[in-house]
């Protein structure tokens, strides 16, 4: 069994809240514990966002308790005029988040019947112990770039395969490839897409994300290949044509590494198509069907590269 990160913050950082809150004597100390767990989130971004929805909630829950227990009393319909009148004012204010841990201070004033000074002390330290706590274990994140980095290999594997079965087939008209590596990386993609997300939201102060900006134009380069495989597929007959396009794509799956650039492989791609250009005309419809799907097909290809060729160059990206 597996044990996460939030797991293991909560698990650590609930009986310490109690700890400390229970060390300083104050009343209902567990509810430091209650915050704590609320409290600790997946992100930097969303923990720091989730503290200031629950302080902001809970300081306007204790003067809502105290202007209406006063003029109404400590009564049960009280708590529901409370409550008709606090979850509507949040909403603007936009602290509604919130509203499930200020309910528990609202009870705690409502037990007291006698809201007194030090009773909103002793609410306030078990708001602000319950919330520090969360703030200072999600303070440490675990670094993501591991699995991004494995990710990252994976799409281009399947890249690798996707490219050399289009080839197979302009060459040889191969149909027994299952097509599982178009599912995976559908699936690898998005997947990619909610970590790099997940990450941006732990560094808040960094500008640029190089991961986001690869997996945007491996996203991008993906929908070009979904389009390709169609366009082979529908060449019924193989013309000298569709083995040097076979050939070129093999070229290009064996580029999928390091330290290989789009422009050698547009140049030949376009020598590639000025040879078509000058060659026979077709003499048949389906010639003519046939040579238009390559053409379709050399121009995927072409804004596959271009898409790699301007991506960013912060991070060595790949053909």
Same mark, same amino acid.
């Given at each position: 069994?597996?044990?996460?990160?939030?797991?293991?913050?909560?698990?650590?950082?609930?009986? =310490?809240?109690? +700890?400390?809150?229970?060390?300083?004597?104050?009343?209902?100390?567990?509810?430091?514990?209650?915050?704590?767990?609320?409290?600790?989130?997946?992100?930097?971004?969303?923990?720091?966002?989730?503290? +200031?929805?629950?302080?902001?909630?809970?300081?306007?829950?204790?003067?809502?308790?105290?202007?209406?227990?006063?003029?109404?009393?400590?009564?049960? =319909?009280?708590?529901?005029?409370?409550?008709?009148?606090?979850?509507?004012?949040?909403?603007?204010?936009?602290?509604?988040?919130?509203?499930?841990?200020?309910?528990?201070?609202?009870?705690?004033?409502?037990?007291?019947?006698?809201?007194?000074?030090?009773?909103?002390?002793?609410?306030?330290?078990?708001?602000?112990?319950?919330?520090?706590?969360?703030?200072?274990?999600?303070?440490?994140?675990?670094? =993501?770039?591991?699995?991004?980095?494995?990710?990252?290999?994976?799409?281009?594997?399947?890249?690798?395969?996707?490219?050399?079965?289009?080839?197979?087939?302009?060459?040889?008209?191969?149909?027994? +490839?299952?097509?599982?590596?178009?599912?995976?990386?559908?699936?690898?993609?998005?997947?990619?897409?909610?970590?790099?997300?997940?990450?941006?939201?732990?560094?808040?102060?960094?500008?640029?994300?190089?991961?986001?900006?690869?997996?945007?134009?491996?996203?991008?380069?993906?929908?070009?290949?979904?389009?390709?495989?169609?366009?082979?597929?529908?060449?019924?007959?193989?013309?000298?044509?569709?083995?040097?396009?076979?050939?070129?794509?093999?070229?290009?799956?064996?580029?999928?590494?390091?330290?290989?650039?789009?422009?050698?492989?547009?140049?030949?791609?376009?020598?590639?198509?000025?040879?078509?250009?000058?060659?026979?005309?077709?003499?048949?419809?389906?010639?003519?069907?046939?040579?238009?799907?390559?053409?379709?097909?050399?121009?995927?290809?072409?804004?596959?590269?271009?898409?790699?060729?301007?991506?960013?160059?912060?991070?060595?990206?790949?053909?």
């Amino acid at each position: 069994m597996k044990i996460g990160y939030r797991t293991l913050k909560t698990a650590i950082g609930t009986p =310490l809240a109690i +700890w400390i809150a229970e060390l300083m004597q104050l009343d209902n100390y567990v509810s430091a514990g209650i915050i704590t767990l609320l409290c600790i989130q997946p992100t930097r971004k969303s923990s720091f966002l989730t503290s +200031w929805h629950r302080f902001g909630a809970c300081v306007l829950s204790m003067l809502f308790a105290f202007i209406i227990f006063e003029l109404i009393g400590y009564h049960p =319909l009280a708590i529901g005029i409370l409550l008709l009148l606090f979850i509507p004012t949040t909403i603007p204010l936009q602290l509604s988040p919130g509203i499930v841990t200020s309910s528990v201070i609202l009870l705690h004033l409502y037990s007291s019947k006698n809201i007194t000074l030090s009773l909103i002390l002793n609410e306030f330290f078990i708001i602000t112990i319950g919330i520090g706590v969360a703030l200072v274990l999600n303070l440490y994140m675990p670094s =993501l770039d591991t699995n991004l980095k494995r990710m990252q290999e994976k799409v281009e594997d399947n890249f690798r395969i996707i490219l050399q079965e289009i080839g197979s087939y302009l060459r040889n008209g191969n149909q027994a +490839w299952n097509g599982k590596e178009i599912t995976e990386t559908e699936t690898l993609l998005k997947d990619a897409e909610r970590l790099v997300l997940r990450d941006i939201e732990n560094h808040l102060l960094r500008g640029k994300h190089s991961f986001r900006d690869y997996f945007a134009m491996r996203s991008r380069q993906f929908e070009l290949l979904r389009r390709m495989i169609p366009l082979a597929s529908q060449m019924t007959v193989l013309y000298e044509q569709s083995y040097r396009i076979a050939d070129f794509l093999e070229e290009l799956a064996e580029a999928v590494h390091p330290g290989n650039t789009a422009m050698t492989h547009l140049q030949t791609l376009r020598k590639l198509r000025r040879e078509f250009e000058q060659s026979e005309l077709p003499k048949t419809r389906i010639e003519f069907e046939s040579r238009a799907n390559l053409f379709r097909l050399l121009h995927e290809i072409e804004q596959y590269l271009v898409l790699k060729k301007n991506s960013t160059p912060r991070q060595k990206l790949r053909a």
